[in-house]
């Protein structure tokens, strides 16, 4: 049957219970790939910047501003980098930003495949894996200048608790227990967390803080966008507790991000 | 010298149909109905791990009765279908319409092509933005596809039940309303009663958000 884009025939010929949808879609030769030129061109791609995240009382939040840079431009202003992985994880992501929306996009049909094949979702250890898994695949680009870094972070259903994520390069994954940030501004960010955090705040106290963190990272790096009261862009903030995955209403950012500005931090 | 059997292709297809609805009959029917916010799909199934009824996309659920590797084959193969089609475009692009040409005509191919048809018929409906958008298919063994509306069955006894159901259906009625008529359809002409445990339900409903799908719990199912 045919080896084209979704057609009349259902792919019944090569099914192979235990494969994952990667492993489909490379099956039909239609994975995801960047061809490089082996000269190694510096390609100035638009570059997502600062993300974190962190525990709190009833799981996690994880936030990130809006702004992708290509080179010391502005690419885009109003970039999603905080993204549900499913009903329970959220993912956000670092780096060249092309790259990593479409990893993304990915890993959550990856998700979303298991669980519909399976008839239940992995375990969060396993969604941690997996990524790490995608993003080890990734490092031929990370030697040429592309490099992803994601935050994961969700509900753990079996534990009743919410845990984080952090990656590396080469796709190590490491716990952490109480913070982490990414991205060009993320040092400044964990710079921030580190002398403001307590685990166990109530919901509003976790926004203030993120808000507050990523607004002291745009102060320090350029590439990192604050708060934009004049056109209206506000960072993107979710949480994972008990109930899943929720972003947190815009309005409700602005309030907090308007608030933290006038107040003068 | 042997002189190659001669086997006309009226009765070659006559012994495949057989063979094919032969084995369907052995196993129980699921039906379909709409209800006022979706559609409920029902199965008398005891065995509450080899399920008969899955989800395969946001607004689309598969059902399949016969033989349990064979239909769940096809329904690994639509996952397939409906996730690489809504990775390569959009999540809007998958309609319940192509999955059930896909399977009619993989069944169709399989029917004439294999050495042995498969013994199955699968149901796909999907849940519209307004009931009058719903629909309802079934693929038979060899490949026929059928449209049907507001209630559909398929399996050996497939023809009583949706004459049943059709007898009692009204369109809004509620969830529960539409399990009743369900169940009775199923309960006629048996004389022992089934047990809550014993169903296999999940519904596609349009209020659900993103992912309409959801498994009725064994409570839902005793009242």
Do not use: C
Not at chain 1, 39 to 44: H, I, N, Q, R, S
Not at chain 1, 98 to 125: D, M, N, P, V, W
Not at chain 2, 14 to 25: N, P, S, T, V, Y
Not at chain 2, 152 to 163: F, H, P
């Amino acid at each position: 049957m045919s080896r084209d884009l979704p057609g009349d025939s259902l792919p019944i010929e090569q099914i192979d219970l235990s494969g994952s949808f990667s492993s489909f879609l490379r099956s039909r030769g239609l994975e995801p790939s960047w061809d490089l030129p082996s000269d190694g061109t510096a390609l100035d791609a638009p570059e997502g910047t600062t993300v974190l995240a962190f525990r709190y009382g009833a799981g996690v939040v994880m936030a990130g501003d809006r702004r992708a840079t290509a080179g010391s431009l502005i690419a885009h202003r109003r970039m999603q980098k905080v993204f549900s992985a499913d009903r329970y994880s959220a993912v956000a992501i670092s780096g060249t930003a092309g790259i990593a929306i479409e990893l993304i996009r990915l890993f959550q049909t990856e998700l979303e495949h298991y669980e519909k094949l399976e008839g239940h979702r992995l375990s969060l250890e396993g969604k941690a894996n997996y990524l790490a898994a995608m993003i080890r695949r990734q490092l031929p680009m990370a030697f040429q200048g592309l490099v992803v870094i994601p935050l994961f972070a969700g509900f753990d259903e079996e534990s009743g608790t919410g845990r984080l994520f952090s990656f590396d390069v080469v796709g190590g994954r490491y716990e952490e227990i109480d913070y982490t940030a990414t991205g060009s501004g993320g040092r400044d960010a964990k710079l921030y967390l580190r002398s403001a955090y307590s685990p166990d705040t109530e919901e509003p106290a976790a926004l203030r803080l993120a808000v507050e963190a990523l607004v002291r990272a745009a102060e320090e790096d350029s590439a990192t966008g604050g708060p934009d009261l004049r056109r209206q862009i506000y960072p993107n903030v979710a949480v994972v507790d008990a109930d899943g995955y929720r972003e947190v209403a815009d309005d409700l950012v602005a309030a907090t991000a308007r608030e933290i500005l006038e107040g003068g931090l | 010298m042997t002189v190659p059997f001669y086997v006309p292709p009226e009765q070659l297809m006559k012994d495949r149909a057989e063979f094919a609805r032969k084995g369907i009959a052995r196993g129980r029917s699921i039906v379909a109905v709409e209800y006022a916010d979706g559609i409920l799909l029902l199965a008398e199934n005891p065995s509450g791990s080899l399920q008969k009824i899955g989800e395969v996309y946001d607004r689309i659920a598969f059902a399949g009765v016969g033989k349990y590797t064979e239909f769940e084959a096809l329904r690994v193969a639509g996952i397939r279908h409906a996730d690489l089609k809504g990775y390569s475009y959009a999540r809007e692009d998958v309609t319940g319409k192509a999955l059930a040409n896909a399977y009619a005509q993989t069944l169709g191919h399989i029917f004439t092509q294999e050495v042995k048809p498969y013994e199955v018929e699968v149901m796909v409906a999907e849940v519209g933005r307004t009931a009058a958008d719903n629909q309802l298919f079934r693929v038979t063994y060899d490949g026929t596809l059928y449209a049907d509306r507001k209630v559909s069955a398929i399996g050996g006894q497939d023809e009583e039940l949706r004459a049943r159901l059709e007898a009692q259906f009204e369109p809004g009625a509620a969830l529960a309303v539409a399990l009743g008529w369900a169940k009775a359809a199923f309960q006629a002409e048996r004389e022992d009663e089934i047990l809550p445990e014993d169903w296999e339900a999940a519904v596609i409903d349009r209020t659900l958000g993103r992912r309409g799908f959801r498994r009725l719990a064994v409570e839902e199912l005793s009242a």
